[in-house]
């Protein structure tokens, strides 16, 4: 998504997280944080929902990675509410691969970002991750390997009630080309049925297979670690 879209996307957005994969995160990303204590990347940080999870797991560092100014607004909104996080966390307005740290990172931590990168440039983006990782260093990532979804109607995927108005978000597909979907999704806000507001965003997501991820991170020379289902830990060789 464009910076545009972005803005679009943002007041919906941590309505629509809780409601999906944040609550697994927040069980399943602390264990595999523990005895990291000096510093994390966060790779597509948004409104710092995960950011807060990962402060919570370990005391490290974070450098927190968003390029959309409309996600890092809300973000420093968070950070400005926690004296410890704006002590700990430093935001980065790049994107994943323009990444330069000071000094190598223990882990890295990509949530519910994978599939926002096509193979090109995900092929791209492993050596980066390597280079900003010490050797040993974790890499972690949720994904499941998944059917890709078949172009169909617009179907109603979240509704919430905040005040008087219902928050909906409501997605299609339109096309899919091998890991590639393109989908439409509108943004409406609704007071006693009658619309206030509604925005559309086109846009793709890339749905890699579990084979591919591993050919691609062998390749940039990552070695694979335990993770519960629905994550990925890899290390940086050496």
């Not at 409309?70 to 704006?86: C, F, G, I, N, W």
């Amino acid at each position: 998504m464009s910076n545009d879209q972005y803005s679009v996307a943002v007041p919906f957005y941590d309505l629509w997280h809780e409601d999906g994969h944040v609550p697994e995160i927040r069980e399943l990303l602390p264990p595999l944080l523990k005895g990291v204590r000096r510093s994390v990347v966060e790779i597509g940080a948004g409104t710092g929902l995960i950011t807060r999870v990962i402060a919570r797991a370990t005391p490290a560092e974070i450098f927190a990675v968003e390029p959309a100014l409309a996600m890092r607004s809300v973000l420093l909104s968070r950070l400005a509410e926690d004296p410890d996080l704006l002590e700990r966390v430093t935001v980065l307005a790049c994107g994943a691969h323009d990444v330069v740290l000071a000094e190598p990172a223990e882990a890295i931590v990509m949530i519910s970002v994978l599939y926002g990168f096509g193979q090109a440039e995900r092929e791209r983006l492993w050596p980066v991750l390597a280079r900003s990782l010490e050797p040993g260093g974790l890499l972690l990532f949720n994904h499941r390997e998944r059917p890709q979804a078949e172009p169909g109607e617009m179907e109603l995927m979240g509704s919430y009630r905040v005040g008087r108005h219902t928050y909906q978000v409501r997605g299609q597909v339109l096309e899919v080309s091998g890991e590639t979907s393109r989908y439409r999704h509108l943004y409406q806000i609704t007071q006693d049925g009658a619309l206030i507001s509604e925005d559309e965003v086109l846009g793709e997501t890339h749905r890699p297979t579990t084979a591919r991820l591993r050919a691609e991170l062998e390749a940039a020379g990552f070695v694979p670690d335990d993770a519960p289902d629905g994550m990925q830990a890899w290390r940086r060789a050496g």
